[in-house]
């Protein structure tokens, strides 16, 4: 029958994956036990000692893990076992999965199988070497093969490379001796640290990404499981608790008395899931930037017993339960309150805002390929399948702006009621800005910023658009579209620092209503338009997944020229961005980190892989049988396989 609803049935629930699972390490109905762990104990504040202690706790699992509402088995949370997790400080990561190797943390980075090949050098790019390398270009690094070492010739230390290498080392948190973490920032000049002291998860996403493309895994390692400790912890705010699943903003390694011994201290980590926030904004992204990090770390390390534990397992069911659960929405994008992604204060983002659509269907994507296939998760993958195909149709047909469309929603009519309504909804064309009249290139386009009813959001935010081409949110089509409209729009985008947050800023009484008048986002600052260094990694691999590396390269310059002169700022203000922000934080752990990733990355192009995801011919022939189904739009049907309509 062809219909979307018949293709939300297609798929049998069985989600391709590279793990080859032993029943015996996976069954659900296997023990989990903790055993050897190890405290950390600060006596008279000298000298640091680690203690074993044996524990050993048993969950049957088909009592407490797993996923309600998707497969009729019925499961409890770990709520129970967190009090027990808490006062668990300083495991050893073996041991939180049953696993034990008899070493405190072992850097496995040697005894892995690392795909390594692809980090190998320290042959930089510079602008010329990509022009060169476009005129000579294949389609082999779309599909993540590493570049032909040939064209990569001049090798050369570059000293911001350096400066900045010791400053990402310098922010590393360490708990019971560990890396676990990069500080947000770490600016000796400023007294007014906020938060910053914290490790936010977004912000160590590129400090992990730089640290697995230097073949240093322990500390992503130890991220990603002490992390999953802290997943919806026994946190509230006025006695109420986030959802289970939910990953921490930030939490900050601190040091407290011992219980029961008033001369000893321990370290235990103290997450923040938005109750001591500024706005007590829930991190939405935080999750998906934990599944997305996972997913990297596997694929470079070649170590797959990570992704393969039960408790990270047990912790990505979670983290999709959270955004799969039903509830009121007509669409199949996430609904989110304002704040809940990179943009963490009022910006009138609430609703279904494109970066959280982003990362929502790249940890999709990610979590498919990791998920182990078993009884138990059937009815989970089926729905995250499902969700895929519908979530990629909404943005691509409905969240998309170019010239053409613009004009089409310029023409719309008003108040249809009918299910085959062009203008379903209901969007006024007097919405249309007349900025963007003024600066939709004629070649080229991207995706806005929201879309909810009677409402569109036109305005251009970075990362959900760069993320859009990296997790293949966006058409191949649309990704080379919005490359163009970045090149087209560059004096707007990048000017003297890349790269604007959003475009353009909101002024006068629109920022008055919608910021409800914040000081912090006056127009062209911080998140109301202000240019953020760190989105320098997202570009990077964005243009590398299209084959544009020269857009990059070009980026990267510009950074070059102030980002360690002015130390590293967090962000940039003015149009042009010539200011640094005016209560940017010096020395911000990811503005240090994006530029490195960015460089290590137009390094070796092939490694970029780590973060693509492509789209799979599955998902592909569902989303053209319901393209099909379009009354609008009767497109790409050639492809489509009779088997995959119900
Ligand atoms: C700001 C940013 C947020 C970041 C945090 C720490 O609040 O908006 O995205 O995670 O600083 O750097």
Redesign the pocket.
């Known amino acids: 029958m062809g219909t979307a609803e018949g293709v939300l049935q297609v798929f049998s629930g069985v989600a391709p994956h590279n793990l080859c699972s032993d029943p015996s390490s996976n069954a659900l109905g296997s023990a989990y036990s903790f055993n050897s762990r190890l405290i950390s104990t600060k006596r008279n504040a000298s000298k640091k000692i680690k203690i074993p202690v044996y524990a050993s706790v048993r969950l049957s699992t088909s009592r407490t893990y797993g996923v309600q509402g998707f497969g009729g088995s019925s499961y409890k949370y770990r709520n129970i076992d967190r009090l027990k997790f808490s006062s668990c400080r300083c495991q050893r990561a073996e041991s939180f999965g049953g696993k034990t190797t008899g070493n405190w943390f072992v850097d496995s980075a040697d005894d892995l199988n690392p795909l390594n090949t692809m980090v190998n050098g320290p042959h930089v790019l510079n602008f010329d070497d990509v022009k060169q390398l476009k005129e000579e270009k294949t389609d082999s690094m779309s599909n993540g093969a590493p570049i032909a070492s040939s064209t990569i010739h001049r090798a050369k230390v570059d000293p911001i490379e350096e400066e900045a290498w010791d400053l990402l080392r310098d922010s590393v948190a360490y708990y019971c001796g560990s890396p676990i973490g990069t500080i947000?920032?770490n600016d000796p000049t400023s007294s007014n640290v906020l938060?910053?002291d914290q490790v936010?998860i977004?912000?160590f996403i590129p400090s992990g990404i730089a640290f697995l493309l230097k073949g240093e895994y322990d500390i992503v390692r130890n991220f990603i499981l002490h992390t999953l400790q802290l997943q919806s912890w026994e946190k509230t705010m006025d006695c109420h608790s986030p959802g289970q699943g939910l990953m921490p903003?930030?939490f900050k390694v601190r040091t407290v008395p011992l219980d029961g011994d008033d001369s000893a201290t321990e370290e235990v980590l103290d997450p923040d899931f938005g109750e001591a926030a500024?706005g007590r904004v829930a991190p939405v992204d935080s999750g998906l930037w934990w599944i997305i990090l996972l997913r990297a770390y596997g694929k470079i390390s070649g170590d797959l017993s990570v992704q393969e534990r039960i408790d990270v397992q047990t912790g990505i069911k979670m983290i999709l339960k959270l955004c799969l659960a039903d509830g009121f929405d007509m669409f199949p994008t996430l609904l989110v309150t304002d704040g809940s992604?990179?943009?963490?204060?009022r910006m009138g983002i609430h609703g279904h805002p494109l970066e959280i659509q982003a990362l929502f269907y790249s940890a999709l994507m990610s979590a498919r390929e990791m998920l182990a296939p078993e009884d138990g998760s059937a009815d989970l993958i089926r729905a995250l399948n499902n969700r895929l195909v519908a979530l990629s149709f909404h943005i691509r047909e409905y969240y998309w702006i170019d010239l053409r469309k613009l004009n089409e929603i310029y023409r719309y009519k008003t108040e249809e009621y009918s299910y085959d309504a062009v203008n379903k909804f209901n969007i006024y064309p007097d919405q249309i800005p007349p900025w963007l009249v003024e600066w939709i290139p004629n070649r080229g386009g991207y995706l806005i910023g929201n879309l909810q009813p009677a409402h569109m959001d036109f305005r251009f935010f970075s990362l959900g658009n760069f993320w859009s081409i990296v997790s293949g949110l966006a058409t191949m089509d649309q990704s080379h579209a919005i490359l163009d409209l970045i090149e087209a729009k560059w004096a707007d985008l990048v000017a003297d620092m890349p790269f604007k947050i959003s475009y353009p800023a909101l002024e006068g009484q629109e920022w008055q209503i919608i910021t409800g008048s914040d000081p912090k986002n006056t127009p062209w600052s911080?998140?109301n338009a202000g240019s953020w260094p760190t989105l320098l990694w997202q570009l990077t691999v964005a243009c590398i997944k299209m084959n544009r590396a020269d857009i990059a390269v070009k980026a990267v310059e510009i950074a070059e020229r102030r980002i360690s002169r002015d130390r590293w700022p967090?962000y940039y203000d003015t149009k042009r961005s010539r200011f640094i922000g005016k209560q940017a934080?010096l020395f911000?752990?990811?503005s240090i980190a994006g530029y490195l990733v960015a460089k290590l990355l137009l390094a070796d192009p092939g490694a970029a892989k780590i973060l693509i995801t492509d789209e799979d011919p599955e998902l592909v022939n569902a989303f053209s049988c319901m393209i099909g189904a379009n009354p609008r739009r009767k497109r790409g049907r050639k492809n489509s396989k009779q088997s995959y309509i119900v």
Do not use: G, K, L
């Open positions: 947000a920032a938060n910053y936010f977004r912000d903003a930030s500024i992604c990179m943009i963490d204060r911080y998140h967090e934080h911000q752990t990811w």
